[in-house]
């Protein structure tokens, strides 16, 4: 069976062709410029204020490392050096990082690889909590901060939205500039974006160090992480500037060279970047709704069958209708359709708000709606009821199986998830939904009501039943936390090392002239023309 470096670097190549990075400068690692100090962690980590190489930690042999505060012990995580001839040999433990980049929050789950678990890293603020805002904050001197270790009042700039961003399609405000850096430029994004995933990986280290001192007991940890990104942007240019921001960031977590303040950050990534070419950077890039599908996939109790996922996030909506199949094991997700659009909390909500300060919730995007003209709501219902209909329908179109009559869900699913067939036996098309937005009812009613609003049923599509994502055995979450499944899926899904899942076919795999495997009877109308169908 293929590594699955081999199978990450197929995956690209079929999407993308050949995604390398070219070197922008020919500078040595010599001339990389002595950043003397790591930086402050006692505001980028609250628990322990040690630095943390990435690509060994070492497990805490002592007094809990909150406590230890000696420059250069090292005791809570460790550095690639040979350990003491007194101590014993400790055995490596392959800790893989699923970093959930969120527009609005960023969530970590961590995966024990020996012991086949997940979990949530409480990342964010004081080391107790789940979300890191996805911020960073620029201090008067050009510190830079985690927008969860600053006020306003002590930050000069904020930048928010950082993986919109990067991506290319900023949302927000165009940002200020800084000492005579223009921090909308592409250098100053990639700079701050992976100074921002440096941090979190140092803080996860930490507070595993801290949190999961048992599971590192004696044991060096062997790090690895993946990094969720929007699957419009996979086989894009954009998916090359992620790889890069996340090979910077993770050679300064290694190298213990994390910059402290922007007008480090710019030089240093300027000359790490170059290195990208030459040096092994365990940190990937992989679809966030493919890592979604598969937190459904590895639940165990995932029944082969068709399915759609919706994720409603601060920034986009993003959609997917996949076929689960297991042949005798062998695990495999054929994406029939993908869709994503800026139709996120936060997207419409800003739009709604018009300027109006504060962060836009849930919460308060359901009171802005309620207050918005009916034309303008009708707009955005219409916008969500298009995007469902494309997933959906697509998937119809390329499945070509009736799915109002043929067995097209195992009937076990059903009777996990359902309940009992209705009596007409039109087994329902299960539709899960994930991300922070997906508790607004104004959502979960946007997606149900495209059925009957473009006719699904006449288009052979059997009633939607929306489901909550199923939490999966393997996922533990730390005792008293109200941490919900649904809000850390995409990065559950990421802390499995790529490859370690199913085999992923996207959606431009899946064409249309692909030949139905079932015969479809005479006088069945092909919604896919219908003017219904988007
Ligand atoms: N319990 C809650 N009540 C109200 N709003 C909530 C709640 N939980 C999450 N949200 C809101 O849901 C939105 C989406 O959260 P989520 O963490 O899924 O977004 P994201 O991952 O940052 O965005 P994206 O997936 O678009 O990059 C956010 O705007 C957040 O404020
Ligand atoms: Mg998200």
Redesign the pocket.
Request: hydrophobic fraction near 30%.
């Given at each position: 069976m293929a590594s699955w470096r081999d199978r990450l670097r197929s995956l690209h190549e079929r999407v993308f062709g050949r995604a390398e990075v070219p070197p922008s400068s020919s500078e040595s690692d010599d001339e990389r410029p002595s950043i003397t100090e790591s930086p402050d962690l006692a505001q980028a980590a609250p628990v322990v204020a040690e630095k943390a190489p990435a690509s060994r930690a070492r497990a805490p042999t002592g007094k809990a490392p909150a406590t230890v505060k000696t420059q250069g012990k090292r005791a809570a995580v460790a550095s690639n050096d040979a350990p003491p001839r007194s101590t014993p040999k400790a055995r490596p433990l392959a800790i893989n990082l699923g970093i959930?980049?969120?527009?609005?929050?960023?969530?970590v789950c961590f995966r024990d690889l020996g012991s086949e678990v997940s979990g949530t890293v409480a990342a964010g603020k004081g080391g107790k909590e789940a979300?890191v805002p996805?911020i960073v904050a620029i201090g008067s001197d050009g510190r830079l901060f985690l927008g969860d270790s600053v006020s306003g009042k002590q930050a000069a700039v904020i930048v928010p939205y950082l993986?919109?961003r990067l991506a290319g399609g900023p949302i927000g405000e165009r940002l200020p500039e800084f000492g005579g850096i223009d921090l909308n430029k592409a250098e100053s994004v990639r700079a701050l974006a992976a100074w921002f995933l440096a941090s979190v990986i140092q803080r996860s280290q930490q507070w595993l160090a801290v949190h999961e001192a048992d599971r590192l007991k004696n044991r060096v940890a062997d790090w690895s992480a993946n990094v969720g990104v929007?699957v419009e942007h996979y086989d894009s240019q954009a998916l090359a500037t992620f790889e890069e921001v996340l090979g910077v960031a993770w050679l300064w977590v290694k190298d213990d060279l994390v910059p402290k303040t922007l007008q480090q950050a710019l030089p240093s990534y300027r000359l790490t970047q170059p290195r990208l070419a030459a040096e092994v950077t365990d940190f990937h890039a992989v679809p966030?709704i493919a890592a979604a599908v598969q937190s459904f996939v590895m639940s165990r109790e995932a029944v082969p069958g068709i399915y759609v996922y919706f994720?409603?996030?601060?920034?986009?909506?993003?959609g997917v209708a996949f076929n689960y199949l297991n042949f005798r094991g062998e695990r495999r997700i054929n994406f029939y359709s993908g869709k994503v659009e800026p139709l996120?909390?936060?997207?419409i909500?800003a739009s709604l708000a018009q300027g109006a300060p504060g962060?836009?919730?849930?919460?308060?995007?359901e009171k802005l709606l309620k207050a918005c003209s009916q034309s303008t709501l009708a707009e955005l219902v219409l916008r969500i009821h298009k995007l469902v209909a494309y997933v959906v329908m697509t998937a119809r179109r390329k499945d070509g199986r009736n799915w109002q009559e043929d067995a097209f869900q195992s009937a076990d699913y059903e009777r996990k998830f359902i309940g009992r067939l209705s009596t007409s036996r039109m087994r329902p098309l299960i539709v899960f939904i994930?991300?922070?937005?997906?508790?607004?009812e104004w959502y979960k009613g946007s997606i149900e009501s495209t059925y009957t609003a473009f006719k699904h049923h006449s288009a052979g599509v059997p009633p939607y039943k929306l489901v909550e994502v199923p939490r999966p055995k393997d996922f533990i979450v730390p005792k008293g936390s109200a941490d919900?499944f649904i809000?850390f899926a995409?990065s559950y899904g990421l802390s499995f090392p790529f490859g370690e899942g199913p085999d992923i076919g996207l959606p431009s795999q899946f064409g249309a002239a692909e030949e139905p495997r079932q015969w479809t009877p005479p006088g069945v109308v092909d919604y896919a023309d219908s003017k219904d169908y988007c």
């Open positions: 959930d980049f969120g527009t609005s929050f960023t969530k979300l996805s993986k919109m929007p966030e994720d409603v996030g601060g920034g986009t909506v993003d996120g909390v936060s997207a909500g962060e836009i919730d849930a919460v308060r995007l994930g991300g922070g937005g997906s508790k607004s919900e809000r995409i």
